[in-house]
Structures are given as structure tokens and as C-alpha cells.
């Protein structure tokens, strides 16, 4: 993935837009694109701000967020359980996830499904 233009650069394209600079002389200037430029002055008048919107992470995962206390009370008393037998029962809560998502979501909350039991994920060395 690409990385977002520096702020000082945005800076400086909008500092030109301003000044009512064309568009086209703008992006030839900075090596931009026209569609850059454009979109940079659209975000200041709408935002008030040139910095660019957050980038990453994995929005796949989130649903799973709405039944958070569910799930960490439930392998904290089951941790026998499977994270197919978890998305399983997640269906039935009206949730349809992959067995991935569910694992990602005991990742993000420091806990790790080894096969016979759950634990801080700061546990998970070699024995």
C-alpha cells in the first residue's frame, strides 16, 4: 500500500490552491495529480484539514466487537471450546463470521487458542 503525501507537501499544494493557482500548474509543480489537488482543496473546505484520513487495519474483524463481553467471558469459562464451536454459536447470535475472524478477535484481545486451552498471549512460548 501506498504511503499518504507528507502534511508539508499537502501544505503547500493548498497553499497554491489558494492563491488561485490552476489546478493542472499545481500538480505539475509538485509532481501530484490533478485528481490529488482537487481532492485536497474539496477536503479543506469540507474537513478544514489537509491531514489524510487513517490507513489500515482490519475492518473484517470488527463486528465481532458488538459481542465482545460474550466472548471473553465465554473462554474464560470455557476454554475448551474450539473457535469453530465459538463461530458456530456466533451464527446462532445472528452473527456469520469466518473461524479467522473469531481468531483475529482473541488476538486483538491478547489471547491466544492453543489446542487444549486459552492463554494470555504473552504465554505463547515453546515448551
Known amino acids: 500500500m501506498t504511503r ?3 502534511i508539508d507537501l499537502r501544505e503547500r499544494v493548498l497553499r497554491d490552491l489558494l492563491t488561485g493557482d490552476p489546478v493542472r500548474a499545481i500538480a505539475g ?12 482543496g474539496i477536503r479543506y473546505r469540507e474537513r478544514g484539514s489537509v ?6 487495519g482490519d475492518r473484517r474483524s470488527e463486528p465481532t466487537e458488538a459481542h465482545r463481553d460474550w466472548l ?10 474450539t473457535l469453530d ?11 456469520e463470521v469466518s473461524v479467522m475472524t473469531v481468531w483475529r478477535f ?13 492463554m494470555p498471549a504473552s504465554r505463547n512460548v515453546p515448551m
Open 72 to 81: 471473553l467471558d465465554g473462554a474464560a469459562a470455557q476454554p475448551d471450546r
Open 29 to 40: 509543480r509538485f509532481d501530484v495529480s490533478p485528481s490529488f489537488v482537487s481532492k485536497l
Open 51 to 56: 491531514a489524510p484520513d487513517r490507513q489500515g
Open 106 to 118: 482473541f488476538e486483538r484481545h491478547g489471547l491466544s487458542y492453543k489446542k487444549r486451552r486459552l
Open 85 to 95: 464451536e465459538i463461530r458456530r454459536e456466533l451464527l446462532a447470535r445472528g452473527l
Open 4 to 6: 499518504p503525501y507528507s
